[in-house]
């Protein structure tokens, strides 16, 4: 692995370093602080559409399904800057991380065209349908059915904790489509359209006050067989190749974020008080923002190792699970650092008057708890990393 960027690479970054300064709307944080969960959501979709038509987004996508064409280490440069630039995240974040790759890994060339653009423009929001009351960590126990009737599946079932499930407009639904079938096998994937007839969406309230996810219920739904992505009764290989991305790529997203939050914590550090002093220099405080840089650095970096491993074996390996790791744990212990610092006003929720940064602090830290859950538990992640890493024996 090389850490120093080719010729190539720098005048890479240069481009997006200067489009994004030109581009970023200012303020847009303190702008849209006191948006709804939809008014924001909008907002990053307009977003999300000016990165594309500049030519953006999908950087390392194929041209032909308008992407950039470039490299995954471009890629990266591309989610630095962002971070850099205090640039809005991308709207479509499940489509763009998730459901693109296993397009393009799994997809007819006619599936590609269809669906890779309006992921890419935020035209099209996904979701993702796998998790069901009774199927979890135990993906293979999916029960929803999808029967075949002439040239349709025929779907029943429901999914539950389904993220964007109030916004999307299609969803990669793992199915079972042989009913005599168990575990890994008789599974299909199959591309949802939302806004057919039998799709109810159930917003889920979550203790961040917001209904993030959703709970889908499927009667009836009638979808073409066309929209299997890879082959009937394969679904299980399609699906762990939606989660490696997820592993691999979620990673690289969040980073953006937590970058942002961190320099913001800094500079609050030199206002806030703590013992009649600004918290920037409490010793205890300082030793415990520079460990969450640290820790930052070291997910940027180990980010970079899993790329440099997907360039060299064309697929993400089970060590996006040592990042999974990683990062949900880092959100966990940056957010009560966060806590800590901020004290009673941090817990302050949107809207009381006094909340800092209008409550933002008391949302990330009650929405942190779910990173450990949200992609694979870290029980999960660790029984990967035992067996497929450490070569352990199975755990089941
Ligand atoms: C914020 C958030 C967003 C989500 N978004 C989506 C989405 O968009 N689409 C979707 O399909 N799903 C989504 N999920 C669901 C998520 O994938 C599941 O919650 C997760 O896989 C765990 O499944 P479960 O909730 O059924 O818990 P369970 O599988 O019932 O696990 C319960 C507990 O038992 C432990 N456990 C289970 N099996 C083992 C084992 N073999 N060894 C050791 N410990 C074990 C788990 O680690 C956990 O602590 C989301 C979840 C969250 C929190």
């Not at 993702?128 to 199927?135: K, L």
Request: net charge negative; glycine share 8%.
């Amino acid at each position: 692995m090389d850490l120093n960027l080719t010729p190539q690479e720098r005048a890479f970054r240069d481009e997006v370093r200067a489009w994004l300064f030109a581009n970023v709307p200012a303020n847009w944080e303190r702008d849209h602080l006191e948006d709804t969960m939809h008014q924001r959501f909008a907002f990053l979709k307009e977003w999300q559409r000016k990165v594309y038509e500049a030519g953006w987004a999908g950087v390392a996508w194929p041209k032909e399904y308008g992407g950039r064409g470039a490299t995954l280490m471009e890629q990266v440069i591309f989610t630095e800057e962002m971070a850099r630039a205090a640039a809005p995240q991308l709207a479509n974040v499940l489509g763009l991380s998730l459901v693109g790759p296993t397009i393009i890994a799994f997809g007819t060339e006619e599936q590609k065209k269809r669906y890779l653009p309006k992921i890419l423009s935020a035209e099209e929001i996904w979701c993702q349908g796998f998790s069901e009351p009774n199927a979890g960590s135990d993906l293979a126990n999916v029960r929803t059915e999808a029967r075949i009737e002439g040239d349709a599946f025929v779907i029943n079932g429901q999914k539950v904790w389904n993220s964007y499930g109030w916004a999307a407009d299609w969803c990669a639904l793992l199915t079972r489509t042989d009913p005599q079938s168990q575990k890994h096998k008789g599974l299909t994937y199959i591309l949802v359209d939302m806004h057919s007839p039998g799709v109810e969406v159930r917003p889920l309230l979550q203790m961040t006050g917001e209904t993030e996810f959703a709970e889908i219920f499927f009667r009836d739904v009638r979808v073409p067989i066309a929209n299997a992505l890879g082959p009937i009764g394969d679904g299980w290989n399609v699906a762990i190749g939606t989660l490696m991305h997820e592993r691999a790529t979620l990673g690289a997203s969040v980073q953006v974020t937590y970058r942002r939050q961190l320099d913001r914590l800094l500079e609050l550090a030199h206002t806030v008080e703590r013992d009649g002093r600004p918290a920037a220099e409490d010793p205890l405080m300082r030793q415990k923002l520079a460990q969450c840089h640290a820790e930052l650095e070291i997910m940027r970096l180990n980010q970079m190792r899993s790329i440099t491993k997907i360039n060299q074996s064309g697929v993400p390996g089970a060590e996006g699970s040592v990042q999974k790791i990683f990062w949900s744990e880092y959100n966990q212990r940056f957010q009560q650092v966060a806590m800590e610092m901020l004290g009673a006003a941090g817990q302050l929720t949107k809207g009381a008057p006094g909340a800092i940064d209008d409550g933002l602090w008391a949302y990330s830290f009650l929405r942190a708890r779910g990173n450990t859950i949200e992609a694979g538990t870290s029980e999960i992640q660790r029984n990967i990393v035992g067996h497929f890493v450490l070569g352990l024996p199975k755990s089941y």
